[in-house]
């Protein structure tokens, strides 16, 4: 099975910050990684898939890079509703497995 | 506009069996997989499986492989995940979510609004 490693778990962040998540596969996915938001009490919500292809409605201010073990999530400009919990998710191979995730909290 | 609509809630007792619903609407049900993800409360994201809705072939997690069962009905678009030998430590929501077939590439790029499973005695 792929492993996915996110990181950091957890980070605090004034609003207008620049935030950086970075997940590792333990192989080569190519372009198979996706990134969800995910809120309290909703379902994740997708915001990159192949790695950095923005999903439709998704801010510009979010975006994604890496390809083969490492990636990175970026929020140049960290706005109010960015306030939550984000995933990767390898979808190379079965298990689709997912980071362990990085809950990003106001300063 | 593309909807995942679980059925509701569920308290079980522990040895007792799950069975929860996704009903599709607003795309063509067959070019789309459709996958389980469990979330424990507080903890994070947790593939089950997925089934292809054209044919019903499925793809279990080794965890859950004795245990779970993914079956679809094409004439309502629903796929149905059920869970056996319900244990305390599967209280979680259940969600279901879509890829495309043509490619993983795309991701989950529809989601179901999760369905709280709670097994107590």
């Known amino acids: 099975d792929i492993q996915m490693t996110q990181s950091p778990s957890s980070l605090s962040a004034s609003i207008g910050d620049r935030v950086t998540i970075t997940c590792r596969a333990t192989q080569n996915i190519t372009r198979f990684l996706s990134w969800y938001q995910q809120k309290p009490g909703k379902a994740p919500n997708l915001l990159i898939y192949a790695a950095s292809s923005v999903q439709s409605g998704v801010p510009s201010r979010i975006s994604g890079s890496g390809s083969g073990t490492d990636f990175t999530l970026t929020i140049s400009s960290l706005q109010p509703e960015d306030f939550a919990t984000y995933y990767c998710?390898?979808?190379?191979?079965?298990?689709?497995?997912f980071g362990g995730g990085t809950e990003v909290e106001i300063k | 506009q593309v909807h995942l609509l679980q059925s509701g809630a569920e308290v079980k007792k522990p040895g007792a069996s799950v069975k929860v619903s996704c009903q599709a609407s607003g795309y063509t049900f067959i070019k789309y997989y459709v996958h389980w993800v469990r979330q424990a409360p507080g903890q994070g994201l947790e593939w089950m499986g997925m089934i292809n809705p054209n044919g019903g072939s499925t793809n279990y997690a080794q965890k859950f492989q004795d245990r779970v069962t993914m079956t679809r009905d094409t004439s309502t678009s629903t796929v149905y995940m059920e869970l056996s030998s319900l244990r305390p430590e599967d209280t979680a929501v259940f969600y279901c979510?879509?890829?495309?077939?043509?490619?993983?590439?795309?991701?989950?790029?529809?989601w179901g609004q999760g369905t709280l499973v709670t097994v107590s005695s």
């Open positions: 979510a879509r890829i495309s077939r043509s490619s993983s590439w795309f991701g989950f790029d529809f």
């Open positions: 998710q390898q979808t190379y191979s079965a298990p689709l497995t």
